[in-house]
């Protein structure tokens, strides 16, 4: 039995021991793998780097998406770029007062085998009758775009192959112009512990051009490496600040049962070490 090697960092890294392959193709964008591994589940990676796992997906996809929906509070349109495994969409799908949700990803190949071999990622997220799955480049579609949305959540690989877009100036632009005067963009923006130039990017994309921007971070284990940063890019700077009280009611109210999600974790989540406040130029801004 062999090992997936993840090759993500130069001379760093994690395997996952191929207890069963499921599915391997190059698709027209990517090389796609999915297997299983007795420790994390069913394990799929893009271009050598792991993208999701049965066993800890829903940190991340908790986290992308309860944050910017209750601290908005009256969500009703939701843009999510990327997440073909679909477990984006299935937390998502989880708020009752969401009308519209529109995915964009890039390879159709990955929405459908991770329908077949992840089924606990999507669960039937793609019947419900309020999602408009869209197959695209992101950028292509932003760029194009005419509506505008409450959330948008970009959840893409790391900023190569045909997610680098996803990273650029042009980007952040066309996803402000696209956002509500409450509206929120969040991003999976890398492990700042060996990917702080990501969050340096990022951050001096979407400082100026939207009125509060800041980080988020949660640790999910198989995104090696410490804590995973989240960007947070949100027109209105008041919304960041709803007070722990105001928080606990709306999760409260929205009658999900979350796993890692909860408010204290919302607003304990802003809180960013030193090192990423300073590459990010807020150290000694409270
Ligand atoms: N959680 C992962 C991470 O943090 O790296 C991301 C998982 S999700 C599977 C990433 C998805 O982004 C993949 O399905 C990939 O096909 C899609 N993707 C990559 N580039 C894209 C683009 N330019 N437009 C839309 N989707 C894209």
Known sequence: MTNYLETLHDGYGQFFKIDKML??????????????????????????????????????????????????????????????????????????????????????????MCKEYLPHHSQGAYDDPRVNLVIDDGMRFIANCTQQFDVIISDCPDPTGPAEVLFSEDFYHACHRCLTDDGILVAQNGTPFLQLDEVKTTAKNIQGLF??????????????????????????????????????????????????YNAAIHQAAFALPQYVLHAIGQLNKH
């Open 23 to 112: 599915h391997e193709v190059r698709t027209e964008h990517q090389h796609l793998v999915i297997f299983e591994n007795a420790k994390m589940g069913r394990v799929m990676a893009l271009d050598g780097a792991i993208q999701t796992t049965e066993a800890d997906e829903f940190i991340y996809h908790e986290m992308l998406t309860h944050v910017p929906i209750l601290a908005h509070g009256a969500v009703r349109s939701v843009l999510i770029i990327g997440g073909g495994d679909g477990g984006m969409l299935r937390e998502v799908c989880r708020h009752a007062e969401i009308e519209h949700i529109t995915m964009v990803e890039i390879d159709q190949a990955v929405v459908d």
């Open 211 to 260: 009125a509060d921007a800041h980080f988020y971070h949660a640790a999910i284990p198989t995104y090696i490496g410490g804590s995973m940063t989240f960007a947070w890019a949100a027109k209105n700077p008041q919304i960041r600040q709803q007070p722990l009280s105001t928080l606990e009611q709306r999760f409260a109210a929205s009658a999900i049962s979350t796993r890692y």
